[in-house]
């Protein structure tokens, strides 16, 4: 009798579990969170779980795959894939379409099955990893941050370093050459202060400050060579608005940029680009030999509020053999643009800058207008990529070392918090619409306050532990040389020593 | 009566003293006013805190001081912790040395030593007391394992528990009671167990920095703060660490007592314990204003309420307070605020020794988190929300889900306007204890709701008072001065600007604001500082601003000025004395002798 009780508990079980929804079917699409409807997604992506925006109930998901239907688990109104389903259906389905059909309860109660969405799955992989800083929203104080590593084909994220082992510093800027983890930096500010990097194989700390250099490095961009390293050198400064829209506003009041040698720890600059002009934001192409960079005219006096104070982009020739730069080069004028262009990133082919396009400045995080522009070097022509963009600001964007990938930092749709979206580039100056860095729990933005800072793609796990990253940054910093052929004044102006 | 009820009584009395002097003393609002980080419901907020050495002690202390939000609440959990550290400690304490009379005092010992503690200092004693409970435990777990022969395997690896548990001051404290245990009751089977705990204790904090753990060289090896304290950067004082050692100190204590032969010798000896701590409870209670920086704690918690009468009446009703060694920062930034916001600040300001002139007025410079909260209540109440959502962010970055820093930052979202991070923060709030009823209001008003708490505290009142335009925040008289430009009748604020000049000593600025109509006031009903200042400036100038004989000055205050001019004139003897007791509260005393200016107090030396 208990066995028969069993068997019918069973049964009735099985029949609750494959109850089947038959809704009207509707012409609109299910608006979900985060929203993954019709994108283009690479091949080695971490599954991309969601849930119904609006709070509405969603009863079943059914993905039409090349071969086959996949129901989605549909546990408390969230969609989840199970991870080696996920993978197979990705891998199967190369250069082919997912089409999700949801069945929802809509907002009047009644069962409804909306149009379907689609996922394209694109043969081009992503790089597997993605680097942050992970910070709370504050701007003068700080305190926990760190730089953590996320693997984008799962859910798992690792601490590169967090500052309660270094004293609580303030650590940001974190950058690679050429997406490679296995060469790095960071800068440490405040305690312990100094450039942390991660070269050849061996970590150690830099004191990056120079009599040629205003200050230590801040922007930093590593030559593909691996050894080279552009750096700003800035003078910062923030305000507040009283005006919520606008909120912070950071600039200079001097920059210029110093080049850095890893193979000879020597620092270098010249005089084009320590001018009384604000250069800033180098951005090397990928052939070693081009360096970007944006520059504003030089300040005067009282900052205001720096409506009509823009960067343009420009570029400049570098020869390692002789030591020895090219002229600069205007690129792109900003009065010719009309707004500020900042955060330039050269495509892996070098065909493309992705910059951030805004209304003043070059920090422009905070900036609600700043998008994503791109630059074809070839045509010239500038577009701004729809599905990049969005009604919040963008910015601190990167590309993946493949060149298909572009990874933004936006405030969509809080406005507040920064966090990554990748789009799909085709090469040919298109991009999909992006996505939301996939979680596990669909709801994980809800309540997540912190900022994803300075996104950066890199092809595989940072090689070291964060212990190896202490005991570096707790040890005294090796200075770095200044190079003697430069005569030049620290403090902008190219003022030769022999001249003051 | 019979000998059971005696036992009890005399295990109640002290109780209820300690309960008393935690809730009257020590007060649980101060103690969350220090901004207490909260405790979150997640398992992220879980893993974070075990992964580091006493991450748990810290962990279940957060739970606990969540209900110091309340004050009876916060004194029964208080009290609570305190008894179990004493149960635990005594009864560790009765299975090492055997049943003992003093092993009975321990009971009412430990509690009212922490309880001390607690009162010299608010922020670390009942994080370290729950080091130590636990501590207890785990010396209770070890002798009820004694009994088993492979006991002395075992104890290197609770050795290792305390480590992770409780942090590396507990190890230490564990392999001392392990020491004292053995040479209690030597017994050379327990040697290896001993020999293990020792070796862990040297060892094992070596490893775990070296090879394990990201973690500062302190944290392994010798500090006891909580990790979220880690970031406050407040000196620890030296008697907290005897709180560890409570454990082996009782043991040779009561091994000691347990050797007086005569029972009258126990009884007058257990007596005189017990005095001691009742006498030293009193004392304390008296001696309690010599703790300002509680007070700064408390006073900020009342504000938090807006209750400004208590505010007042703190100040009043402690007169040391008002002396140059209790001097605190905080007490005189919340009395300001008080005062205004019952509109008396420009009345009695100099009823409270102003040292710091404008830096007791605003405590924003240097910025630092402690100072943040503060900041952001002054601004909610002058109606510049949008910075007070930036000392509030600025307050989050280290006390990230303090239940005030989090109201805050909600509450100035919703002002500005700004729901959608709002509701974040709300749903991320709600992830904590004893948020529900707030929770629930401000979604209630997120949905619309017109009769929810939030908008019948006058939240449209304080939207109109949000400046208009355009504008850098540059410093905290800049913003207030944008404040009153915007909106004349905010009193509050334009007692701030005045305020703020008075206290600059600037005589000049003070008559143009008054004159110039930059702020709304009635000449012939000024304030009385106001009054003192404009009665000050036509005594020490001759060339006047336009329109300077318009304020009125009552005739009293006309002929006490003359009275301290003569006093000041004569020259002779002990002016300043003469001056300090009789022009105590006036601005004139401010303007000449106290003033930072005069006296070169700065704020490093307060």
């Known amino acids: 009798m208990k066995k028969l009780l069993y068997i019918a508990f069973g049964l009735s079980a099985l029949v609750a579990c494959t109850k089947s929804y038959n809704g009207a079917v509707v012409d609109y699409k299910p608006a979900i969170y985060p929203d993954y409807t019709d994108i283009v997604i690479p091949v080695n992506i971490a599954p991309l779980n969601f849930r119904l925006a609006n709070g509405t109930d969603l009863l079943k998901v059914d993905v039409k795959t090349k071969n086959e239907v996949v129901s989605l688990k549909c546990r408390n109104g969230k969609a989840l894939w199970n991870v080696r389903k996920w993978r197979k259906v990705l891998a199967d389905n190369v250069n082919d379409t997912l089409f999700y059909t949801a069945t929802i309860i809509d907002s009047t109660g009644k069962t409804v099955q909306c149009a379907p969405f689609w996922q394209v799955v694109s043969p081009d992989s992503?790089?597997?990893?993605?680097?942050?800083?992970?910070?709370?929203?504050?701007?003068?104080?700080?305190?926990?941050?760190?730089?953590?590593?996320?693997?984008?084909?799962?859910?798992?994220?690792?601490?590169?370093?967090e500052n309660s082992s270094v004293d609580v510093a303030c650590m940001n800027c974190h950058s690679f050459s050429a997406q490679n983890p296995n060469t790095m930096l960071l800068h440490i500010r405040k305690f312990n202060g100094g450039t942390a990097i991660l070269y050849d194989g061996k970590l150690q700390k830099y004191n990056t400050k120079t009599d040629i250099s205003m200050s230590a490095g801040v922007y930093p961009s590593w030559n593909p060579n691996g050894y080279l390293i552009a750096m700003s050198t800035n003078l910062i400064s923030q305000q507040f608005h009283n005006n919520y829209s606008k909120r912070i506003y950071v600039s200079d009041s001097k920059s210029d940029i110093v080049l850095l040698n890893m193979k000879t720890q020597t620092l270098t600059t010249c005089p084009q680009l320590s001018t009384k002009a604000l250069e800033n934001l180098p951005a090397w192409a990928p052939d070693g030999r081009t360096l970007y960079y944006v520059s504003a005219p030089q300040r005067d006096g009282e900052k205001g509020f720096d409506e009509g104070y823009w960067y343009s982009l420009l570029r400049i020739t570098y020869d390692e053999a002789t030591n020895s730069w090219g002229t600069a080069d205007t690129v792109l004028r900003a009065n010719d643009l009309g707004g500020s262009i900042t955060f330039p990133k050269v495509s892996p082919d070098g065909r493309y800058i992705a910059f951030t396009f805004a209304n003043r400045g070059y920090f422009t995080p905070f900036n609600r207008e700043a998008d994503i522009h791109l630059l074809d070097l070839k045509t010239s022509d500038i577009t701004t990529p729809e599905g990049v963009n969005s009604l919040c600001s963008e910015s601190n964007h990167g590309w993946s070392h493949n060149g298909?990938?572009?990874?933004?930092?936006?405030?969509?749709?809080?406005?507040?918090?920064?966090?990554?979206?990748?789009?799909?580039?085709?090469?040919?100056?298109?991009?999909?619409?992006?996505?939301?860095?996939?979680?596990?729990?669909?709801?994980?933005?809800?309540?997540?306050?912190?900022?994803?800072?300075?996104t950066d793609f890199i092809t595989g796990e940072v090689p070291t532990t964060p212990i190896q990253w202490r005991d570096a940054i707790k040890a005294a910093p090796v200075p770095v040389n200044a190079d003697p052929s430069v005569d030049i004044d620290a403090l902008s102006g190219a003022t030769k020593k022999a001249d003051k | 009566m019979t000998r059971k009820l005696v036992g009890l009584i005399l295990v109640a009395i002290p109780y209820l003293l300690l309960a008393y002097f935690v809730f009257w003393v020590i007060n649980p609002l101060s103690y969350s006013f220090f901004q207490q980080p909260a405790f979150v419901l997640t398992s992220d907020f879980l893993w974070t805190k075990v992964g580091v050495p006493?991450?748990?002690?810290?962990?279940?202390?957060?739970?606990?001081?969540?209900?110091?939000?309340?004050?009876?609440?916060?004194?029964?959990m208080l009290v609570a912790e305190l008894l179990l550290t004493a149960f635990l400690v005594s009864r560790y304490v009765r299975k090492v040395v055997g049943e003992n009379r003093l092993a009975d005092i321990i009971i009412w010992l430990i509690p009212a030593a922490i309880a001390f503690v607690a009162w010299t200092d608010v922020k670390y004693a009942f994080a370290i007391n729950m080091q130590v409970l636990l501590l207890a435990a785990v010396l209770n777990l070890q002798q009820s394992l004694s009994r088993f022969d492979w006991n002395r395997f075992v104890t290197p690896l609770l050795a290792i528990a305390v480590y992770h548990a409780c942090g590396p001051v507990a190890l230490y404290a564990f392999a001392l009671c392990e020491i004292v245990g053995y040479f209690l009751n030597p017994d050379r089977k327990k040697l290896v167990g001993v020999a293990g705990a020792v070796a862990v204790a040297a060892l094992w904090p070596l490893l775990v920095y070296k090879f394990m753990l990201p973690i500062k060289p302190n944290a392994a090896f010798y500090d006891m703060r909580p990790q979220e304290m880690m970031f406050i950067s407040f000196n620890l004082s030296a008697v907290l660490y005897l709180l560890y050692l409570y454990p082996p100190l009782m043991l040779l204590l009561t091994k000691a007592y347990g050797r007086i032969s005569k029972e009258r010798t126990q009884a007058i000896v257990t007596i005189a314990v017990a005095l001691v701590v009742v006498v030293t409870a009193v004392a304390g209670q008296q001696k309690r204003d010599k703790l300002p920086e509680r007070m700064g704690f408390r006073m900020g918690a009342a504000a938090y309420r807006n209750d400004w009468n208590q505010i007042i009446n703190y100040v009043k009703e402690n007169e040391s307070i008002r002396k140059s060694e209790n001097y605190d920062r905080f007490v005189n930034f919340f009395y300001n605020m008080a005062l205004a916001a019952k509109g008396q600040l420009c009345d009695r300001m100099f009823s409270y020794p102003q040292r710091l002139g404008e830096s007791g007025l605003f405590v924003d410079e240097p910025m630092a988190t402690v100072s943040c909260l503060p900041m952001t209540m002054l601004f909610h109440q002058a109606g510049l929300a949008t910075n007070a959502l930036h000392y509030a962010f600025e307050a989050q970055s280290t006390y990230t889900s303090s239940h005030y820093v989090m109201r805050y930052v909600i509450d100035e979202l919703l002002i500005i306007g700004d729901y959608e991070s709002a509701d974040k923060?709300?749903?991320?709030?709600?992830?904590?204890?004893?948020?529900?009823?707030?929770?629930?209001?401000?979604?209630?008003?997120?949905?619309g709701e017109k009769d929810t708490e939030f908008a019948m505290s006058g939240v449209d009142a304080i939207r109109s008072k949000h400046p208009r335009g355009d504008f850098y925040m540059k410093n905290s008289q800049y913003d207030i001065l944008k404040i009153v430009?915007?909106?004349?009748?905010?009193?509050?604020?334009?007692?701030?600007?005045?305020?703020?000049?008075l206290l600059q000593a600037d005589l000049d600025m003070f008559m143009k604001l008054i004159l110039g109509g930059y702020c709304k006031v009635n000449l012939n009903a000024l304030p009385r500082a106001c009054q003192e200042a404009v009665a000050l400036y036509r005594a020490l100038y001759k060339e006047v601003l336009p329109g300077t004989e318009k304020p009125q000055v009552q005739p009293y205050l006309q002929d006490q000025l003359k009275t301290f001019q003569q006093v000041v004139s004569r020259n002779s003897g002990d002016v300043r004395g003469i001056v300090d007791s009789r022009f105590t509260d006036t601005y004139w005393r401010y303007y000449f002798f106290f003033n930072p200016k005069v006296t070169g107090v700065s704020l490093s030396k307060k």
């Not at chain 1, 701007?139 to 690792?158: A, H, P, S, T």
């Not at chain 1, 979680?439 to 300075?454: A, C, G, K, R």
Request: proline residues 3%; aromatic residues 20%.
């Open chain 1, 126 to 161: 992503i790089d597997s990893h993605i680097a942050y800083r992970l910070i709370n929203t504050g701007y003068v104080l700080w305190d926990k941050m760190g730089i953590y590593q996320r693997c984008i084909e799962n859910f798992e994220q690792k601490p590169i370093i």
């Open chain 1, 404 to 454: 298909h990938w572009l990874v933004v930092g936006s405030k969509w749709p809080d406005g507040m918090f920064t966090k990554p979206y990748f789009a799909h580039f085709d090469g040919n100056g298109n991009f999909s619409k992006r996505f939301l860095l996939p979680q596990e729990d669909p709801d994980f933005y809800d309540d997540y306050t912190l900022n994803y800072n300075n």
């Open chain 2, 54 to 76: 006493g991450g748990l002690a810290e962990y279940l202390q957060l739970f606990v001081d969540q209900f110091t939000m309340f004050r009876f609440w916060g004194t029964l």
């Open chain 2, 425 to 447: 923060y709300l749903a991320k709030y709600s992830n904590t204890m004893l948020s529900k009823r707030f929770v629930d209001d401000r979604k209630k008003f997120l949905a």
């Open chain 2, 485 to 501: 430009t915007n909106d004349k009748d905010n009193m509050f604020a334009t007692q701030y600007l005045l305020a703020s000049v």
